[in-house]
């Protein structure tokens, strides 16, 4: 809870020029940002572009950032999401900047791994990863959010910008069409991260 | 074992969002400005203003200004006319910031503003005014600051983008921040009159400010009943959190025709 105020808190500052507020949010989500990109793409150089690209969005659409409960991680998880599944049209706009980005050691991060605190990969990874993948833009996105994120279906519905109700009629069929038994499709995380 | 970012990366990218955050900083403005004329003010008070006398800008709704060309200084003496070159596809306002260096009146561009300052005023910051401009104050792509001969004066120009933010949301699905060319949010942001930043419910100030009774009025005899029955008297209501329920302070209408002077003491 607290979290989500000081979140909001910086994404206010950030809003009003303030560069460490924005960098605070960047601490607080880059990680996350990274794995959810990674996990669609498999490719920490391609990861690292659409991390990097969903940040320069959140900055450059600042003003219609959708932000949820307080945070702007949906927003970012849904551009993530967005960008790696089209990462080559993404990089467009930020090319000249991305190719500039010094691209160091790619060690594994235990350390960092533990602060995440969530096994994206293992969720997603698998034959249910693949079908999760290969679903419509939106699905994927509702799917993501509240099976892997544990966000409630409305606040997903939010971010990905259709209506409650379109929402849960949505993942009811993504549930009814995954040739895994909906049993298996990962229960809501709790707020564990980041806190 | 989930690989990460590379340090370097992610320092460089960190790198790169702060200092876009802080080249984009928000620009301030002060209403000093007096119009000559039919002058619309209402392009300077950005909505919601009398309300949020708390901070403006930090407010979720609030106004985000950033550069989009470079800015121009001139210091000078008397009438001139700088040219700005075509705007930036992007640009929709211009930024003015000028400073008197002499007791004098000050024109400002096109739209009928104009900055009087006295001789104490003189290059000081009481002297000295700034704020977004529609570009309609330019002609032909250039700003002309009209003053007496011996005027002295020093001036910035810039084309900016003005934006709206949006509007935050609360865990009851409330949005909160201030009013803006959107409308106004479910709550609104106000300073209590014990100081404490907060929001009032925009229902709450609609009944206080008499914006909800004015729905109902179905001739001007009804306003002026109105007018009458409120006459001298102050409306409090209560001021939150932006939860929207835990109450922190109080928010005092007063008289409509006077300043907040007899707002309670806190």
Redesign the interface.
Known sequence: MERQVTEAESWSRALGGDGAALGAVFDLHSDRVFRHAYAVLRDVHDAEDATATAFLELWRRRSSVRVIDGSVLPWLLVTAANCARNVARSRRRYRALLDSLPRGEHAESAEREAVAGMPVLDIVDGELGTQLRALPRTDYLLVMLTAVEGYSTSEAATAVGISASAARTRLSRVKARLRTPAASVPAPIGEEVGG | ??????????Q???T???????H???RRWRRRWQWIGGGTLGVLLAGGATFAAADL????G?P?TSTVADEITVTGTGTRTIDLGPAPESATSVWVDVTCLTAATYELGAGGAALTCTADDAGTETGRAFGPFPLSVLRDDAFTLATGPDAAWELTLAYVNE????W????SGQTYGIGNGNGSPDLIAVIATNGREGYVHRADLEEADGTAAARGFTSPEDALRWQEERAGKSFTIQVYE?DGTTPIGEFTIGPSSGPPADAPQG
């Not at chain 2, 074992?1 to 992610?10: A, L, Q, V, Y």
């Not at chain 2, 790169?16 to 802080?22: G, I």
């Not at chain 2, 935050?168 to 865990?171: F, I, L, Q, V």
């Open positions: 074992m989930t690989p990460g970012m590379s340090d370097e990366f992610r460089a990218l960190r790169e969002l702060v200092h876009r955050a802080e984009a900083r928000v800008f930090s407010q979720p609030g985000v934006q709206s933010t949006d935050a949301m609360n865990e932006a």
